[in-house]
């Protein structure tokens, strides 16, 4: 788009997935990288890809990345002429902005009196208000006493949203249905602002029922000019996060997406904004729509538009900061197709989505190509961190229309595979296949109120078909290791060599033992070399053809024939049949069985690795089952630990600020 480099070299003040995002780009138009690290990403892939490195602090955040003056002298010290922000962190902070200004850089973003403008939520609700912008009736209000709060929320009435007047990401967000719960909310609110965005001041909005998340991404110039570059619907959301991303959306009618990316640009115009944001909008089923938020930055679902568009918006992004008009207007806008992105974190879904942390020890994603893109900070081998944000990778994909986009994401999500931190892969191959999702009829709530219908019970039962193809794919490699053993043996002819169950005067049966969520599946098969009968619970099948061949079982069960993509490592197998796919841990099938260590009642432990934020009880202290004893946070999300019975508390074992492994004993009850 630019015959010469917009800038000579750029330093990107963040980490991970956009960092790396953010390094294409400038290597593609011959700018170069300087990039930044904490000691806990001295070996990141954006330190790697990077064309130079610097070391800022410690892991943890305000130790490193949220530590504006040290960036900025390390732009000086490299010689960058601009600092990308990246999002999150120091992305959406005026102060930081100014201050990168103010030491003869360029900030590669809005300027930080447009941030300050919408840096507040309440201060930005008013001026959105005086410029004709629909916002939510609520209260933007200085007094921030919990009593008054408490009287305008009754004035508002219930249910409203709590929300962060400085935050964003779905953090510092509440939902109350009562007055009774309102105070107790509001503290937790209060609390999570402080430590995600050091400020704690609150505003108040009516909660309109069962909305849609719409944002309009929108660029301007610092030449009066002023556009948008379409919609994304992000309605699927858990607990405020985002969960998937399109564009278009399925909702907007052609005369509703006109109305709303003009009152986005109005928006944008009424805080002078200059380089990439987005206006985030609520819209009720009736399509009435309200604004929510402008975020002063790049967006995580930003691929989504790039897909549909075919623009580069870091690109964009580095033309506006070096002060060159839009290369297009409105009217030339393009819009292609259909796109939808997920993100693959590093959280368990069927442990209330608790964060993850450990080695990749296997990560493999579909190649990238015309349909299918992949935005990662991570390769195989790398460490997800307990510092920072547990994601993965994102999977973005692109068809011709929705429902063609939509079996490209079945198809992609099925060839991603995680070992080492659980994933919610499994959560997001279920999402896709939705009807709430397949319908278009998701709103915002939806997840959290039907969150049973996306992740399987405990207890819920293996599906016959799956687990007897799992057992065909243990039976043939089990052979093919024994093939294996036997030709390099003194004698490979051996009818002893073969692992067929053989016996004399009968063929005999091999026993095969699966865990699956803690339980012991036991099976029994009789035959060899591909057939074989199976038995499992009351059922039986019997499998002919069976064949492996590259990474795929295909046989005939009962003669229906069916296939399978499989993956098996010394711990596990996984199995996908197209639709869904099944763990198992292959296991001895004569292994004694340990005595299995039920809940200890009178323990209160760490569930993952994190910071104590607040101990709400003391020794000698008397509590009732469910009475929140204690907060904990990592990986940017807090999480309440209850007592698990009425007891008295013996003794606390750690102090709110202290760091903790998981598992470590935080309370001990007594009766």
Not at 472 to 493: H, I, K, N, W, Y
Not at 655 to 671: H, K, N, R
Request: proline content about 6%; hydrophobic content about 45%; some cysteine.
């Amino acid at each position: 788009m630019a015959s010469a480099p917009l800038f000579d070299k750029i330093l990107i003040a963040n980490r991970g997935e956009i960092a790396c995002r953010v390094i294409r780009t400038c290597r593609r138009l011959g700018i170069r990288t300087v990039a930044v690290y904490s000691q806990a990403d001295t070996d990141a892939q954006h330190v790697r890809q990077a064309d130079e490195a610097w070391p800022i602090g410690g892991p943890q955040p305000q130790d490193s990345y949220l530590r504006g003056d040290a960036i900025i002298e390390v732009a000086r010290q490299s010689g960058a002429q601009a600092i990308h922000p990246g999002y999150g962190f120091l992305s959406e902070n005026a102060d930081f902005a100014a201050a990168v200004v103010a030491a003869g850089l360029v900030f590669i973003g809005p300027s930080a009196a447009s941030m300050r403008k919408m840096g507040s939520k309440a201060g930005a609700k008013d001026l959105m208000a005086a410029a004709g912008v629909p916002v939510v009736p609520g209260y933007t209000g200085a007094e921030q006493s919990p009593q008054a709060l408490a009287r305008e929320a009754a004035r508002i009435g219930f249910p409203l949203m709590i929300k962060a007047a400085h935050g964003g990401g779905g953090k510092g967000m509440r939902v109350v249905r009562t007055l009774e719960e309102f105070l107790p909310h509001l503290e937790s609110c209060q609390r999570e602002a402080a430590g995600a965005f050091g400020r704690d001041r609150v505003l108040l909005e009516r909660y309109v029922q069962s909305p849609r998340h719409i944002e309009i991404q929108v660029f301007a110039d610092t030449h009066s000019n002023a556009i948008h570059l379409n919609e994304r619907e992000c309605s699927a959301q858990r607990r405020y996060q985002k969960v998937l991303e399109e564009s278009p959306s399925p909702f907007l009618t052609p005369e509703l997406r006109a109305a709303m990316g003009a009152a986005a640009v109005q928006a944008a115009r009424a805080i002078d904004y200059a380089n990439a944001g987005t206006v985030e909008f609520i819209v009720a089923p009736s399509g009435e729509f309200y604004f929510m938020e402008i975020n002063t930055r790049l967006q995580v679902e930003h691929p989504v538009t790039e897909m549909t568009t075919g623009l580069d918006l870091v690109e964009w992004q580095l033309r506006v900061a070096a002060d060159k008009p839009l290369p297009l207007a409105q009217e030339q806008v393009p819009q292609r197709g259909h796109a939808i992105e997920v993100r693959l974190y590093a959280e368990d879904p069927e442990a209330g989505f608790l964060p993850g942390s450990g080695t990749l020890e296997r990560l493999r994603l579909p190649a990238p190509g015309a349909h299918v893109r992949i935005d990662s900070g991570v390769v195989e081998g790398d460490t997800v961190s307990i510092f920072y944000d547990p994601m993965i990778a994102k999977l973005i994909v692109h068809d011709a229309d929705r429902p063609r986009a939509l079996a490209r994401l079945r198809e992609a999500l099925a060839q991603c595979d995680v070992v080492g931190p659980k994933s919610n892969i499994a959560f997001l191959e279920r999402l896709v296949r939705h009807p709430a999702i397949v319908g278009a009829s998701i709103d915002t709530g939806y997840l959290d109120r039907h969150l049973d219908e996306f992740v399987p019970a405990a207890d819920a039962a293996v599906d016959p078909q799956q687990l007897f193809a799992a057992a065909t794919v243990q039976l043939l490699l089990q052979e093919q290791a024994q093939a294996a053993r036997a030709a390099g043996s003194a004698d490979p002819g051996s009818p002893w060599a073969l692992a067929d169950g053989w016996r004399l005067g009968h063929a005999g049966k091999r026993h095969l033992a699966f865990l699956h969520r803690g339980q012991r599946l036991l099976l029994t098969a009789q035959g060899s070399g591909g057939e074989y009968r199976i038995e499992a619970g009351g059922h039986a099948v019997t499998v002919s053809g069976a064949r492996l061949e590259d990474g795929v079982l295909g046989a005939r069960f009962d003669q229906r024939a069916q296939r399978f993509l499989y993956r098996a490592g010394p711990r596990r197998l996984l199995l996908h049949d197209g639709q869904s796919r099944l763990q198992l841990e292959p296991v001895e099938v004569y292994r004694r069985q340990g005595e299995t260590q039920g809940a200890q009642d009178d323990r209160l432990r760490a569930p993952m690795p994190g910071r104590v934020v607040v101990v709400k009880a003391g020794p000698g202290e008397s509590v009732v089952a469910g009475q929140e004893l204690l907060v904990i946070e990592a990986m940017k999300m807090e999480l309440a630990l209850k007592a698990p019975r009425d007891g008295v508390v013996a003794s606390v074992g750690a102090a709110a600020g202290e760091f903790v492994e998981a598992d470590t004993v935080l309370i001990t009850l007594e009766p």
